[in-house]
């Protein structure tokens, strides 16, 4: 298994008609162990790789005390940047999503808001939409690289080291500072996100 792959989730891929069948498959990545545990988005003809893992180094020490790192970036191969690789042979559809914790809150989705805690910057080829990027590709005979996130990192300019104590304030759970990518790939025609079962993770 090719170790730089990013560790995402997969689609379940419901066709609505006959001549296509179901199949679903998931992998993820879990930034506090970075160890690889999935590579591919493949159904049929579409087919998509993607490149580049978060790393696991998301605390520093001091005065006894681990702290969030702020501003740094988590993608730590592939020249600091996610990206992915197109080999469909089927015009089709990519969406992903980041969710990530606070001290105060688990699974939070991003919302690309300037106040939030965490930053991602994501190619201009992306659209945003209540929770995730998008983006359609057409067809192709051979394959076509394309950048996903050229930086993710937990924002200095919103958060505090106080803030971000792995337990502070009674908290009975201390926070893991974890960041989840998940991925989703679709046909573009004959098939809706509604159709798409996404395996979370565990």
């Avoid at 995402?8 to 419901?14: E, F, G, R, V, Y």
């Avoid at 520093?60 to 197109?86: A, C, L, M, R, W």
């Avoid at 080829?125 to 359609?136: A, C, I, L, M, N």
Wanted: charged share 25%; aromatic share 16%.
């Amino acid at each position: 298994m090719n170790k730089k792959r990013l560790l995402c989730i997969l689609l379940s891929l419901t066709a609505v008609f006959s001549m296509f069948f179901i199949k679903d498959s998931a992998a993820w990545i879990d930034t506090e162990t970075g160890a690889p545990l999935g590579q591919h988005i493949l159904v049929k003809k579409l087919n998509f790789e993607f490149n580049g893992r978060l790393g696991s180094y998301l605390y520093y020490t001091e005065d006894g005390e681990q702290y969030v790192i702020s501003d740094q970036n988590f993608i730590f191969d592939n020249e600091g940047k996610i990206t992915g690789i197109n080999y469909s042979s089927v015009d089709t559809q990519v969406r992903f999503r980041v969710i990530y914790d606070t001290p105060s809150a688990q699974n939070v989705v991003y919302s690309a808001d300037a106040s939030e805690d965490l930053l991602v910057e994501y190619d201009s080829s992306w659209t945003y939409d209540d929770g995730y990027f998008y983006r359609d590709f057409n067809a192709i005979l051979g394959n076509e690289e394309f950048n996903i996130i050229n930086n993710i990192c937990y924002n200095g300019e919103n958060i505090t080291k106080e803030e971000y104590l792995p337990e502070v304030n009674g908290r009975t759970n201390p926070f893991s500072g974890k960041i989840t990518i998940e991925f989703q790939a679709k046909q573009k025609d004959f098939v809706e996100w509604t159709d798409i079962w996404t395996i979370t993770t565990p």
